[in-house]
């Protein structure tokens, strides 16, 4: 038999009367929760007893005292991210989301705060900002070679580094200066800065990332240091590179992506009955901008494709798929040799594989679309020929291609893929090369493009580059203007309206 609900009323000083009800424990603080009430007399306090008392017998749940801190973690936990998503909105929810709305009750949230707080984050990303000229001071280590040390260079500069991170001056999250701009700073030459930067990503101690700076391991605190306070009378802010603070507005598609994040988990409280309203709802995320991109010639895909192709014919092959099946970078690095029939001339497109925080993960593709996608006998003779170099190669040590080996591969039986940021890196070599702008998800949208230029069926065309909602995906982010098109739709409206209308009079008649 449960046990019966207790509550008592209080006389408060300034002569009302407050009616406390104990309603049990919140599921995720352990803290004891209370029905509470305030009536100015002795007699509403008995009847606002008697239902508060019910409330709980009821087994009702008082407005709960989860922080906002507490309510992303348990939403993170449960929300159905894949793993690229998961690790932005995670790297949004640390980084922007508890530093700003982690220490309020979740309760407290209103719509007018998220207001605010996207209206300060389209004036500047650093929330330690507040409008006025301040210097972004950086942790970084006088690195002093000793010429007369035993020890080589590149282990005197990684072994300030670690004292750095051991002590605490540096911190997890904290970023590293470029290899260049060590040297520019500190006069450290680039093998000396490379080679103990490699030293110490073997300790564990940073993490390398391709295209950006290299940042110290570890979970980063959940308030991220400002920048403002200066290190100290040792501290030299010429050598570290301290810099005066910029200002640089979040862009408004990021800002959206935060207040998805943000209404998802406010659903998910009301879910809980931690709330009885998502706040989200009555907040207005940035209006998203669509920057319009003049789609591609194929004389430039052509050239970047014939760029590639000098530097190696898997690359080239690689670009010439992305063109002709318009898939996305990962689902092409995901593509297995039992995944492509030559026989019928079609690819199964079911896998995108992804490289995040070191997890190498073959899953399913990113709208969980599994499709066959037509291929026309030129592409199979590229790809047979491909595939028949490989399979020489390797019948010279006696090895035999697998069914469950991958396209495209660095490993000489390709049993493992392309890292598709490596992919990425490589594509735009060969675009710098050929001396034109294009990156893989520029090929999509030429894809897109030229077929609905040549008027070929919307929902086929969305089907190609695995868009769901029937097309709407494909339209508003990838059909890009073509001129010729849109030529021919200035002549036609010219034509159609001079037969429907008198002669304009010449000027001066």
């Given amino acids: 038999m449960p046990k019966a609900a207790k509550g008592h009323i209080e006389r408060l000083p300034s002569g009302s009367f407050r009616v406390v009800v104990f309603a049990g424990y ?22 606002e007893l008697g239902k508060l008392l019910q409330k709980a017998a009821d087994g009702r749940r008082p407005e709960a005292g989860v922080t906002m801190s507490e309510l992303m973690d348990e939403y993170a936990a449960i929300a159905e991210w894949d793993v690229s998503t998961r690790q932005t909105n995670e790297g949004f929810i640390r980084r922007t989301i508890k530093p700003a709305l982690g220490h309020l009750k979740v309760r407290e949230v209103r719509g007018p705060m998220l207001d605010k707080l996207y209206a300060r984050l389209k004036r500047c990303a650093d929330l330690s900002c507040i409008g006025r000229p301040f210097t972004e001071h950086r942790n970084i280590p006088v690195l002093a070679l000793d010429p007369a040390s035993a020890q080589p260079a590149w282990q005197q500069v ?16 904290d970023e590293l200066p470029s290899i260049t701009e060590v040297g520019a700073l500190q006069g450290i030459g680039t093998g000396v800065m490379r080679r103990a930067l490699e030293a110490l990503a073997d300790d564990g101690l940073i993490v390398v990332r391709h295209g950006r700076n290299a940042v110290v391991a570890g979970e980063p605190a959940s308030e991220p240091r400002t920048g403002r306070t200066r290190l100290g009378s040792g501290h030299d802010c010429g050598r570290a590179g301290c810099r005066a603070h910029q200002c640089r507005p979040m862009k408004p598609n990021t800002i959206r992506g935060i207040h998805s994040i943000l209404s998802g988990a406010f659903a998910a409280a009301q879910r809980w009955d931690w709330i009885d309203r998502n706040p989200a709802e009555s907040a207005k995320a940035p209006t998203a901008i669509r920057r319009t991109i003049p789609a591609t010639p194929p004389e430039d895909v052509a050239k970047v494709i014939a760029a590639a192709g000098s530097v190696g014919a898997p690359l080239g092959l690689y670009l010439w798929l992305v063109a002709v099946t318009g898939v996305r970078r990962g689902e092409l690095c995901g593509l297995q040799i039992r995944d492509v029939d030559l026989d019928r001339g079609l690819v199964h497109v079911a896998f995108n594989y992804v490289v995040r925080g070191g997890q190498r993960v073959r899953k399913d593709t990113k709208t ?74 520029g090929l999509r949208h030429y894809t897109a493009s ?60």
Avoid: M
């Fill in 26 to 47: 919140d599921p995720v603080t352990r803290r004891r929760e209370y029905f509470k009430s305030t009536v100015k007399a002795e007699a509403q306090a008995q009847i």
């Fill in 450 to 509: 030229q077929l609905l230029a040549a008027s070929f069926d919307l929902r086929n065309t969305a089907a190609r580059l695995g868009h769901s909602g029937g097309g709407a995906t494909t339209l508003r982010h990838y059909a890009d203007p073509v001129p010729e098109v849109d030529r021919r739709a200035a002549a036609y409206l010219s034509q159609l309206t001079s037969a429907a209308s008198p002669p304009i009079p010449e000027t001066g008649s």
């Fill in 368 to 441: 969980h679309q599994d499709r066959w996608l037509a291929i026309d006998p030129d592409t199979c003779a590229l790809v047979r020929n491909y595939l028949d170099e490989i399979a020489a190669t390797l019948a010279t040590v006696g090895v035999e291609l697998a069914e469950d080996a991958y396209l495209f591969s660095n490993d000489p039986v390709h049993g493992r893929p392309w890292n598709p940021d490596w992919a990425t890196h490589r594509v735009a070599d060969a675009a710098a090369a050929a001396g034109t702008e294009l990156d893989i998800k």
């Fill in 158 to 173: 990684a072994a300030s580094l670690a004292g750095a991170i051991q002590s605490g001056a540096l911190v997890p999250g």
